[in-house]
C-alpha cells in the first residue's frame, strides 16, 4: 500500500517526533510511505494537484487548515486520512480519530473509508464550517504567533478583541431560495466546533446537506449568550439564532461591505459574495469502525 503523507510542520507549531512515529507505525505495517512537507500555504493542494499520482490513501498531518488544503488537492478516488497535530483539531474530535500514532496507523491502514459530503464555498470545499461575519472577523483577527505559542489562547483572544463590532453589519441570505436577514453565520457541515464544543446536533458529514445558524439580533448580549450557551452544546437554543437546514446558501455583500472576510475550517478563506452548496460527490475517509457505525446509527429513522 503507498502512503502519502502530507505534513505542515506550522500546524500546531510543529510536531516533528509525531510524525516520525507516524511513519515508523506505518512502515511496520508494511505501507510504502513517502513524506511531502509544505512550506506555505497552499503547498498541499498545489502539490497533490500537480502529481499524477498521490497512492493508495492521503494523510494530512498537521490541523483543521492542513487538512481543508489536502480534501483540495486529493484526486477523486484517493481515500483522505486524518493525523491531527495542530492546534484545534476539530475534525479528528468529530471522527473520533485516535492520538496516539500506532492506533491511527491502524485506521489509516486497515480503517473503514467512511463516504462525507464536504461543503463548497466560491469553488473550493471545505469540512466543516464556513463562518460569516463575527465567525470570520475571529478567524481573521487570530494572531498567528501568538497561535504557535500558546494555541487555543489566540482564538479566545481574537473572540474577546471582536466582539464590540458585532451588529455593526447585517447580511442577507438566501437559503434554498428563502431570504433571511442576520448579523453572523455559521454554516456548518460538522457538529463540532472551537475544539470539543457541540455547535448543532442538526449537521451531519455524512449526508448531503448544511445546517445554517443565523444569529438575527444585532445586540452583544445576544452575541454573549451565544457564547456562553456553546460549551453546554445549547446556542441553537438561544433566543434570536435561527437554525435552517439548507443545499444553496447565498450571502450578498453587504452595503459598504466590500472587503467582509470569511472563513472556511477555521482559516481565512477570501471575501463576501458568498455562493455555498453541497459538493458534487462525497470523499472517502479513513475512519475507525466505531466512528462508522455511530453515523450508521444516526441516520437510521427513529
Ligand atoms: N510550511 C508552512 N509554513 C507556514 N504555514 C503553513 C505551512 N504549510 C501550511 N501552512 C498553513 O498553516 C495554516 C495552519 O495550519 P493548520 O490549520 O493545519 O494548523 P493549526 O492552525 O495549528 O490547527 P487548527 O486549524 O486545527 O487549529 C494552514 O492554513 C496552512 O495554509
Not at 448580549?221 to 439564532?241: N, T
Amino acid at each position: 500500500m503507498k502512503v502519502l503523507v502530507v505534513y505542515n510542520p506550522a500546524a500546531g507549531g510543529g510536531r516533528e517526533a509525531l510524525l516520525k512515529q507516524l511513519v515508523r507505525a506505518l512502515t511496520a505495517r508494511h505501507a510504502d510511505v513517502e513524506v511531502y512537507r509544505t512550506r506555505a500555504p497552499g503547498d498541499a493542494t498545489r502539490h497533490l494537484q500537480e502529481r499524477a499520482h498521490q497512492g493508495d490513501v492521503v494523510v494530512a498531518v498537521g490541523g483543521d487548515g492542513t487538512t481543508n488544503e489536502v480534501l483540495n488537492g486529493l484526486a477523486g478516488n484517493v481515500p483522505l486520512g486524518i493525523f491531527a497535530t495542530g492546534t484545534a483539531n476539530v475534525l479528528a474530535r468529530e471522527l473520533a480519530l485516535p492520538k496516539h500514532p500506532e492506533q491511527a496507523a491502524d485506521v489509516i491502514v486497515q480503517g473503514v473509508s467512511m463516504p462525507v459530503w464536504p461543503g463548497d464555498l466560491n469553488g473550493r470545499r471545505f469540512l466543516m464550517w464556513v463562518g460569516v461575519g463575527y465567525d470570520a472577523w475571529v478567524v481573521q483577527a487570530t494572531d498567528l504567533t501568538v497561535k504557535r505559542r500558546f494555541g487555543k489562547l489566540a482564538y479566545v483572544l481574537a473572540m474577546f478583541s471582536q466582539i464590540r463590532r458585532y451588529g455593526s453589519q447585517r447580511y442577507r441570505f438566501l437559503l434554498d431560495g428563502r431570504e433571511y436577514l442576520a448579523y453572523s453565520a455559521v454554516i456548518a457541515n460538522a457538529r463540532h466546533y472551537g475544539g470539543s464544543f457541540i455547535l448543532t446536533r442538526q449537521a451531519d458529514l455524512t449526508r448531503p446537506a448544511l445546517q445554517v445558524l443565523l444569529f438575527t439580533r444585532p445586540d452583544r448580549g445576544q452575541l454573549l449568550k451565544c457564547l456562553l450557551a456553546l460549551p453546554f452544546g445549547a446556542m441553537e437554543r438561544v433566543p434570536g439564532v435561527v437554525s435552517v437546514s439548507a443545499r444553496d446558501i447565498q450571502v450578498a455583500v453587504p452595503p459598504g461591505g466590500l472587503d467582509e472576510p470569511l472563513q472556511a475550517d477555521g482559516d481565512p478563506a477570501g471575501v463576501l459574495p458568498a455562493a455555498v452548496t453541497v459538493a458534487e460527490r462525497p470523499v472517502l475517509v479513513r475512519v475507525p469502525a466505531a466512528t462508522a457505525a455511530r453515523f450508521d446509527a444516526r441516520r437510521q429513522p427513529g
